[in-house]
């Protein structure tokens, strides 16, 4: 049977000396995966379609394994993530982070909607390591991960002074920095920031503007927080370390 789906590609592997096997995020079915056969042929139909990062509309048929693409259409291909290397690289983190947390063939439409709006805010200049940043937020609940970020997770007052302690998995307040002596201390703006980022719709995103201490501390606490509780161990992740980490010597 035939169907069509609204999707963007988040991964493709070569398969033989022609072919390849793409896993689409869609609206319609979540995550799937489908033989693009040809696809490496340079005069395919189905080479453009098949890149990383295109969005489209694709036509598979559908089977109990992987599903056979048969055609597709591009509505963008998101050229602008594709020129520049260091939104490339924050780009394949986002979808790579998809990958990981999403099941096979459950409908997420609200995920796909954040995985969409996420690159096309990448493409369109906005600062991509504040996107990812929000993206990385957003997928906590995904991961079965509830930060206290409204209030103390130790004492629950919702005034003072906050750091942020992993082992409490939330913001700890002035008054109980002894529950953990190891808690990461953070400016105001880095605990404003943190909240908006987890709580905030991304459609209504506007401008963001931020310092590069706090762009450290941000980094900091929310890959401290996902090393410690994930469990996820992405390549893309450590390329992307390893890239800021040369660009801030040069």
Request: glycine letters at 6%; charged letters at 20%; aromatic letters at 12%.
């Amino acid at each position: 049977m035939l169907q069509k789906c609204e999707g963007i590609v988040i991964r493709t592997i070569d398969y033989g000396e022609t072919n390849k096997v793409v896993t689409l995020y869609t609206r319609e079915f979540g995550k799937i995966g489908v033989m693009a056969r040809g696809a490496k042929k340079p005069n395919s139909r189905l080479s453009a379609v098949t890149q990383l990062f295109t969005y489209g509309y694709f036509l598979f048929q559908k089977s109990s394994g992987l599903g056979s693409l048969q055609q597709g259409d591009i509505i963008s291909s998101w050229r602008s993530i594709r020129e520049d290397i260091f939104i490339t690289a924050y780009s394949s983190y986002v979808v790579d982070l998809t990958d990981k947390v999403t099941d096979d063939r459950k409908p997420n439409p609200f995920l796909f909607e954040l995985l969409y709006q996420t690159l096309n805010f990448m493409n369109e200049g906005y600062e991509p390591q504040i996107i990812s940043h929000i993206y990385e937020m957003k997928m906590l609940n995904p991961l079965g991960l509830y930060p206290v970020l409204n209030q103390c997770a130790a004492c629950g007052s919702a005034d003072g002074t906050f750091s942020f302690s992993i082992r409490e998995g939330g913001f700890i307040c002035h008054r109980c920095l002894d529950k953990d002596p190891y808690h990461l201390k953070i400016s105001p703006a880095t605990v404003k920031l943190l909240r908006l980022f987890y709580y905030l719709d991304l459609s209504r995103l506007g401008e963001i503007s931020v310092k590069d201490q706090t762009k450290a501390e941000l980094n900091k606490v929310i890959s401290t927080y996902y090393d410690e509780y994930s469990g996820l161990n992405l390549k893309t992740k450590k390329f992307l370390n390893q890239m800021n980490a040369l660009n801030n010597k040069l």
